[in-house]
């Protein structure tokens, strides 16, 4: 992914007003973020703990995706998986996280979710940067080209639900 700007970000949201972009808390480290190796830039809203934030290049353009998820969640037992990079976690390390269709459908509240990754780390555990707790990726023959593509496709696929 290239590098973004917090113009960049903000200009990007489908599914939430002009004013709620501009207000939502960007990250201040950008300069920071390993860009080549992310597929989207995912981060938590440290001023509000149900919401989160997804931006990704999508069909040529970059489109950012608001998300909420339940923020007093029920710690488990088992394990849940990512739907994106399907790595697993204990507890809330998987979240079901909520997004507003982008346009009308959106005005109706109408909404999709997917499970993933709580910290949105989804791109650093598929290429190994970032270890989950152990036995949490499972050794797959697909290479790591080959997950980071089915990363990117389950990604553009929750994308495309949310711009329908």
């Known amino acids: 992914m290239k590098q973004l700007t917090e113009q960049d ?20 480290d950008l300069v920071d973020w390993p860009w080549e190796d992310l597929d989207f830039l995912g981060w938590r ?27 007093q969640q029920r710690a488990f037992l088992q394990r849940s998986m990512c739907s994106l990079c399907l790595t697993t976690h204990p507890g809330n390390g998987v979240s079901l996280m909520t997004a507003r269709r ?43 080209e080959e997950q980071i593509e089915r990363t990117r496709t389950k990604l553009s696929a929750f994308v495309d639900k949310v711009l329908v």
């Not at 970000?9 to 201040?28: M, Y």
């Not at 940067?129 to 697909?142: F, H, I, Q, Y």
């Open 45 to 71: 809203d440290p001023g509000a703990p149900d919401r989160s934030y997804i931006v990704a290049e999508h069909a040529g353009r970059l489109v950012g995706v608001a998300l909420r998820f339940p923020a």
């Open 9 to 28: 970000i903000r200009t990007s949201f489908v599914n939430c007003s002009k004013g709620e972009a501009k207000r939502l808390a960007v990250p201040r």
């Open 102 to 144: 982008a346009g009308e459908a959106g005005r109706q509240s109408n909404s999709v979710g997917v499970y993933v990754c709580t910290d949105l780390a989804c791109s650093l555990y598929v290429r190994g940067m970032k270890t989950p707790d152990p036995g949490a990726r499972m050794e797959e023959s697909l290479s790591v």
